[in-house]
């Protein structure tokens, strides 16, 4: 009985999003539906992955101040301000304009919004290649940005926090926006996705950026359950003493090119 009842709410909720689809398709145009719905994604994958964080740090709840990686550091109302006029500067005037004049490149690579829509198995073996390909192009990156000169000049700006907060995740310097977005296109470049998949995947990765960056480190977070995901505690590390594990997802990267080996230390001195 519980199987044909998850059947029946699988079935129920792919025919509604289908239907939603068809309306959007109905109502908009290809470019609106592109641009402005990856947009969207962008927003909504990276606000509402904020949203609990914020109100933990505002709240400061004793119960989940234990699960606070640093956990007497937390984020002023003039830090919160100052981030938000970032966001939304990079959001407007770096990454909507990145998206509008990508579009173009969208079509040539085969992004299409018609029906049917991919299944949920092509969503999420697509949005998993797009995970490895952004991880492993984003450990170079990143590792370039940790150079004198681009630290000095581009990546100062993220590392204004040596204790990160959930809404400090995209909090950067424009021309590190536009850096660090080609690995995350890069997987799309190769798949040429249906456009349903790419809204996904963005917001997958927004709200992935946030999690890492949140401060929290319950044990409930996806890295307790799958070890070669990083999590907060690992990039935390990162914002804590400017170097080392580089990789924005998993640990693989920083295990194969040696950079994690003083986070490794760092944690076996601490439980012995």
């Given at each position: 009985?519980?199987?044909?009842?998850?059947?029946?709410?699988?079935?129920?909720?792919s025919?509604?999003?289908?239907?939603?689809?068809?309306?959007?398709?109905?109502?908009?145009?290809?470019?609106?539906?592109?641009?402005?719905?990856?947009?969207?994604?962008?927003?909504?994958?990276?606000?509402?992955?904020?949203?609990?964080?914020?109100?933990?740090?505002?709240?400061?709840?004793?119960?989940?101040?234990?699960?606070?990686?640093?956990?007497?550091?937390?984020?002023?109302?003039?830090?919160?301000?100052?981030?938000?006029?970032?966001?939304?500067?990079?959001?407007?005037?770096?990454?909507?304009?990145?998206?509008?004049?990508?579009?173009?490149?969208?079509?040539?690579?085969?992004?299409?919004?018609e029906?049917?829509?991919?299944?949920?198995?092509?969503?999420?073996?697509?949005?998993?290649?797009?995970?490895?390909?952004?991880?492993?192009?984003?450990?170079?990156?990143?590792?370039?940005?940790?150079?004198?000169?681009?630290?000095?000049?581009?990546?100062?700006?993220?590392?204004?926090?040596?204790?990160?907060?959930?809404?400090?995740?995209?909090?950067?310097h424009?021309?590190?926006?536009?850096?660090?977005?080609?690995?995350?296109?890069?997987?799309?470049?190769?798949?040429?996705?249906h456009?349903?998949?790419?809204?996904?995947?963005?917001?997958?990765?927004?709200?992935?950026?946030?999690?890492?960056?949140?401060?929290?480190?319950?044990?409930?977070?996806l890295?307790?359950?799958?070890?070669?995901?990083?999590?907060?505690?690992?990039?935390?590390?990162?914002?804590?003493?400017?170097?080392?594990?580089?990789?924005?997802?998993?640990?693989?990267?920083?295990?194969?090119?040696?950079?994690?080996?003083?986070?490794?230390?760092?944690?076996?001195?601490?439980?012995?």
């Amino acid at each position: 009985m519980i199987l044909e009842l998850t059947a029946l709410a699988l079935l129920t909720c792919s025919s509604r999003i289908h239907e939603g689809w068809g309306f959007l398709c109905d109502t908009y145009s290809d470019f609106s539906m592109t641009v402005w719905g990856l947009f969207c994604s962008l927003v909504v994958g990276y606000f509402l992955g904020c949203v609990p964080y914020l109100l933990l740090d505002f709240l400061k709840i004793p119960f989940f101040e234990k699960y606070k990686v640093q956990m007497t550091r937390y984020p002023s109302k003039a830090n919160l301000e100052k981030c938000c006029l970032n966001l939304f500067v990079l959001f407007f005037f770096v990454m909507l304009p990145m998206i509008a004049f990508s579009y173009p490149l969208f079509k040539s690579i085969g992004v299409s919004r018609e029906a049917p829509l991919p299944s949920a198995f092509t969503v999420i073996l697509q949005v998993l290649f797009f995970f490895l390909v952004e991880d492993f192009g984003n450990y170079w990156l990143h590792r370039w940005l940790h150079t004198s000169w681009a630290y000095k000049n581009i990546h100062f700006v993220h590392h204004e926090y040596s204790a990160p907060f959930a809404l400090a995740a995209t909090y950067a310097h424009p021309l590190e926006v536009v850096i660090l977005g080609i690995p995350t296109f890069a997987g799309p470049v190769v798949v040429g996705p249906h456009l349903f998949t790419l809204w996904v995947w963005l917001m997958m990765r927004q709200y992935e950026a946030v999690d890492i960056h949140s401060g929290y480190e319950f044990p409930w977070n996806l890295n307790c359950f799958l070890s070669f995901y990083g999590g907060t505690e690992h990039h935390d590390y990162h914002h804590y003493l400017y170097s080392g594990n580089y990789a924005s997802i998993f640990t693989w990267c920083d295990a194969i090119y040696g950079t994690n080996l003083s986070y490794k230390m760092r944690k076996y001195s601490r439980d012995c």
